[in-house]
């Protein structure tokens, strides 16, 4: 509710994760709110953790710390990722959002190790500490406050698809676990239960070294060039094949940069179509993927097909009969005869297949296809994994 008052008052208009504009002003919302609770709640926990005099409040403290430090990078990505396109960077500089997600997980990752360290010092060498039911009540109060915070990072991170808020709001749910363990350590205590201030904080410690190391995870990915997201794949089959001239879609390449989307696909259409028609179809076609889809750009390549293969109508069959008992290939497209005796297409390997297996296959499958059509001449290629 809180986020979708923020996001009426600050935004005025249905959020557009393409936009940059829309995603620096959802960022601004993130930060703010975040570095407000996180200010208030740093003081809380030093405080307590002062008064008490237990190491695993004064870890929670500085925890907080860092996410109040993880904001301003988070802040400071977004204006980066917003920054327009340039000669070096012609697709702009989007995934700059990505590389502020690994800035949160390294100091995550940091701080694990680092409050690790300290935990086993105080397992080895315990202090007691203070407890009272004010503290307690306090300690639950950081807990209610930070997971708060957390809840709206996510739903933000959903708006605009975030990787970076997404690792912020991690950031804050570990904070809130982190309060949860202090709050068993201090109520064990309260009952008489001591020396269990360095296993909360071990505990504490290792919950933030595991979530920085998973949200890092994250934002390494789509730099490295990560797989597309199939339900994004069979839109744009569905989209595409909407036009009645397109036979089939596949070769689909899907580049992001942030919010710049650029995609690349074969279109299928009958080699009959004259090449202006043929022009103008693919024309339409990506007209309607940017539409509905978001794309920045989208290029097509059309791949005329033959439909009427003369006095071998069985080739396509027979094809497909090949392709279906070689367990690494997945299917095949662009069938088309050139001439009278050149048979021409591209295979598609299972995306488990090895580099040794597709030329093991590429003989096999000439074999089978000239064990029946002889007289044919046969060319044909593998595609790459990458292309769907």
Request: charged fraction near 20%; include cysteine; hydrophobic fraction near 45%.
């Amino acid at each position: 509710m809180i986020t979708n008052y923020l996001l009426k008052i600050f935004l005025k208009t249905k959020p557009n994760n393409n936009d940059p504009k829309h995603r620096q002003i959802v960022a601004n919302i993130e930060v703010a709110a975040s570095m407000a609770i996180n200010i208030l709640l740093f003081f809380m926990k030093l405080g307590l953790g002062i008064v008490s005099g237990s190491f695993a409040m004064i870890s929670d403290a500085i925890h907080t710390l860092s996410d109040i430090v993880s904001s301003i990078v988070v802040w400071l990505s977004f204006i980066w990722s917003s920054k327009p396109a340039d000669e070096d960077h012609p697709f702009g500089h989007g995934r700059a959002e990505h590389v502020g997600g690994i800035m949160v997980s390294a100091l995550l990752i940091a701080i694990g190790f680092e409050f690790i360290k300290e935990s086993i010092t105080n397992i080895i060498s315990p202090e007691t500490f203070h407890v009272s039911p004010l503290i307690l009540f306090l300690i639950l109060i950081t807990i209610i406050l930070k997971e708060i915070s957390a809840q709206m990072a996510f739903k933000l991170a959903k708006v605009i698809d975030s990787k970076t808020l997404k690792a912020d709001a991690w950031h804050h749910r570990t904070d809130a676990i982190s309060s949860i363990i202090v709050l068993g350590a201090f109520a064990l205590q309260y009952l008489g239960i001591s020396g269990v201030d360095g296993w909360a904080g071990l505990i504490v410690s290792g919950f933030i070294l595991y979530t920085g190391i998973e949200t890092a995870k994250d934002s390494i990915h789509p730099l490295l060039g990560e797989a597309t997201n199939m339900e994004l794949i069979n839109k744009i089959k569905t989209i595409s094949l909407t036009n009645k001239n397109v036979r089939n879609v596949h070769d689909m390449v899907i580049h992001s940069y942030g919010h710049t989307k650029a995609c690349c696909l074969h279109t299928e259409i009958s080699e009959k179509i004259d090449i202006s028609k043929a022009h103008d179809i693919a024309e339409e076609v990506e007209e309607q993927l940017i539409k509905e889809l978001g794309f920045t750009s989208v290029t097509i390549h059309i791949d005329p097909v033959t439909s009427d293969f003369g006095k071998y109508p069985n080739i396509p069959n027979d094809i497909a009969a090949i392709v279906k008992t070689d367990n690494r290939l997945e299917s095949f497209h662009d069938l088309r005869l050139a001439g009278k005796k050149n048979i021409l297409l591209d295979l598609v390997p299972k995306k488990n297949t090895t580099d040794i297996d597709i030329e093991a296959l590429k003989i096999s499958f000439k074999k089978s296809f000239k064990k029946l059509y002889p007289e044919l001449n046969l060319s044909f290629k593998v595609e790459p994994k990458y292309h769907y």
